[in-house]
């Protein structure tokens, strides 16, 4: 397996603009996290999805946020608009269980809001 | 409140040491407790996973401890090589199904 596939690599935007990050887990993995990781706050859970369903957004910053899992193997973060504030790398994992299995990194959206 | 602190924040050491990087956590009911190593620019990669029920787990030079009633994890790495140079981020994941983070220890193994 390819591993979490993330996409883009690179994000720089305008403020005000929306951006939409993109995830593929790994096959067969029931859990998809979404993480943003800044230098101030470390690793922060955004949300989190169990068979596609959102369980838990309490992580989500703001309404600006939203995120969507439509199928197993696609799931997008989106921000709209954008602040400044949301530059920080966003990272999604995926495991196949909650209890007895690690959690597989992607490489991260290096996200730049200007 | 879960939390999860690291120390050192940081730590530089000579090729051929065994070091120790330490891992505490407010809220001893976890499920588990993982290790991570995260190289700059990339993403986390899983070093190790200790079930609540486990005390250790080793994975070649890597040994890591955990001890519940006390609240803390250790990473044991012996004999290390520039290669281990990188943050190393632990995890405990709780029944809310959160992995809380600690904010990493930076490794740096100078030859």
């Known amino acids: 397996d390819a591993g979490v596939i993330q996409s883009p690599r690179h994000e720089v935007t305008e403020m005000g603009q929306e951006v939409t990050l993109r995830c593929k887990p790994i096959?067969?993995?029931?859990?998809l996290f979404w993480y943003r990781q800044t230098m101030m706050r470390g690793l922060e859970l955004l949300i989190y999805?169990?068979?596609?369903?959102?369980?838990?957004d309490s992580g989500m910053p703001e309404d600006r946020f939203s995120a969507k899992m439509p199928n197993a193997s696609f799931s997008t973060l989106k921000i709209q608009p954008s602040e400044p504030r949301d530059s920080a790398v966003y990272f999604c994992?995926?495991?196949?269980?909650?209890?007895?299995?690690?959690?597989?990194f992607g490489p991260g959206t290096r996200l730049t809001v200007l | 409140k879960q939390e999860v602190t690291q120390i050192p924040a940081a730590l530089s050491v000579p090729e051929g040491e065994n070091l120790v990087l330490n891992c505490s956590f407010t809220?001893?009911?976890?499920?588990?407790l993982q290790w991570f190593r995260q190289d700059p620019g990339k993403g986390l990669t899983s070093l190790l996973l200790?079930?609540?029920?486990?005390r250790e787990q080793t994975s070649g030079r890597l040994n890591a401890s955990l001890d519940k009633s006390s609240g803390r994890s250790t990473l044991y790495i012996a004999a290390s090589q520039p290669g281990d140079s990188a943050t190393y981020l632990c995890?405990?994941?709780?029944?809310?199904?959160?992995?809380?983070f600690g904010t990493g220890t930076r490794l740096q193994v100078f030859p």
């Open positions: 994992a995926s495991s196949l269980s909650r209890e007895r299995d690690t959690q597989y």
């Open positions: 096959s067969g993995h029931d859990y």
């Open positions: 999805f169990n068979n596609n369903v959102p369980i838990d």
């Open positions: 809220d001893s009911a976890i499920y588990n």
């Open positions: 200790i079930q609540s029920s486990q």
């Open positions: 995890a405990a994941l709780y029944n809310t199904d959160k992995l809380i």
